[in-house]
């Protein structure tokens, strides 16, 4: 089965994202980018959580925000998000601006401009298959602008949204 999304009927996409694991007469689905799962019978899952269209999925525009790392900035760094969370963090994506920023915060993080990716060296004390992380360049659609950003940390680190409550239920 390839994953299928549902978001609750009365909010907005793409809060309360889920990702549907097994269905039959319990549906087990788990918040779009990982977390705990829960099993609702097939009929009262579908009476509060609808289909998601891939298309639907993929239109939704980013957003600007704040974001930090465990209070780790002296001021969180601008931003922008789709509002999707891994595992309850933010993912969010960074314009050039500020990825110098985190750089200057974690001195293993440069941008290479020939391959357009960010590139991050965990150090010495990670083991060589998890050293390091790239992070590719992608264009985003934010209040009519397409800008470019990269995903730093996105997937990876805790980057939490500032003044963002968690939605969780």
């Not at 750089?103 to 990716?117: L, Q, S, T």
């Not at 990269?150 to 949204?161: A, F, I, L, N």
């Amino acid at each position: 089965m390839n994953a299928e999304h549902y978001t609750p009927r009365e909010r907005a996409l793409p809060n309360g994202l889920v990702t549907v694991l097994t269905r039959g007469d319990d549906v087990i689905f788990a918040p779009y980018g990982g977390g705990f799962t829960r099993t609702l019978p097939e009929q009262e899952f579908l009476e509060h959580f609808r289909f998601v269209e891939p298309s639907e999925f993929e239109g939704v525009e980013y957003r600007a925000g704040q974001f930090d790392l465990d209070d780790y900035f002296e001021t969180p760094l601008h931003g922008y998000t789709r509002g999707l969370l891994w595992n309850g963090f933010a993912e969010p994506v960074f314009e050039l601006a500020q990825v110098a920023q985190i750089a200057k915060a974690f001195p293993g993080i440069a941008y290479n401009p020939e391959r357009d990716m960010v590139l991050v060296d965990q150090g010495d004390s990670v083991e060589d298959d998890c050293r390091y992380e790239l992070y590719a360049g992608i264009s985003i659609l934010v209040d009519g602008q397409i800008k470019r950003a990269y995903p730093v940390g996105t997937g990876c680190w805790t980057w939490v949204e500032a003044g963002i409550e968690d939605e969780s239920d």
